[in-house]
């Protein structure tokens, strides 16, 4: 089971520069269905998706924001200021850690 977790604010996955991705609407990937547990997000393959994929993702309750928020957005600006409001905490704060957990989502294969 991969697991992001959380900081203080949102989680921090070091290691992962870049921009992530700025340019049209992001989306979720099919596939998958999102159970809530308390304080953190599993993401989950179903249908045919669970004969590519043998993992469940554990998101922590920031980046489960991220990920269910990920569509409203045009870009990782966009969300950031979504998780800036949702936290009451400055954009500037929270930009480089909102790019970081798109990449990672990316990555898993969960955010086009």
Same mark, same amino acid.
């Given at each position: +089971?991969?697991?992001?977790?959380?900081?203080? *604010?949102? +989680? $921090?996955?070091?290691?992962?520069?870049?921009? &992530?991705?700025?340019?049209?609407? +992001?989306?979720?990937?099919?596939? *998958?269905? /999102?159970?809530?547990?308390?304080?953190? @997000?599993? !993401?989950?393959?179903? &249908?045919?998706?669970?004969?590519? !994929?043998?993992?469940?993702?554990?998101?922590?309750?920031?980046?489960?924001?991220? @990920?269910?928020?990920?569509?409203?957005?045009?870009? !990782? *600006?966009?969300?950031?200021?979504?998780?800036?409001?949702? *936290?009451?905490?400055?954009?500037?704060? /929270? $930009?480089?850690? !909102?790019?970081?957990?798109?990449?990672?989502?990316?990555?898993?294969?969960?955010?086009?």
């Amino acid at each position: +089971m991969a697991v992001i977790n959380n900081s203080k *604010y949102i +989680m $921090l996955l070091r290691g992962n520069k870049g921009k &992530g991705r700025e340019k049209g609407k +992001m989306k979720k990937t099919e596939g *998958y269905v /999102v159970r809530r547990l308390e304080d953190e @997000y599993l !993401v989950l393959p179903s &249908g045919r998706r669970t004969e590519e !994929v043998n993992e469940v993702i554990s998101l922590s309750e920031t980046a489960g924001f991220i @990920y269910m928020h990920a569509e409203r957005a045009e870009n !990782v *600006y966009e969300l950031t200021q979504l998780v800036a409001e949702e *936290y009451e905490i400055e954009p500037a704060e /929270v $930009l480089e850690d !909102v790019r970081n957990v798109v990449l990672t989502l990316q990555k898993k294969g969960i955010l086009l």
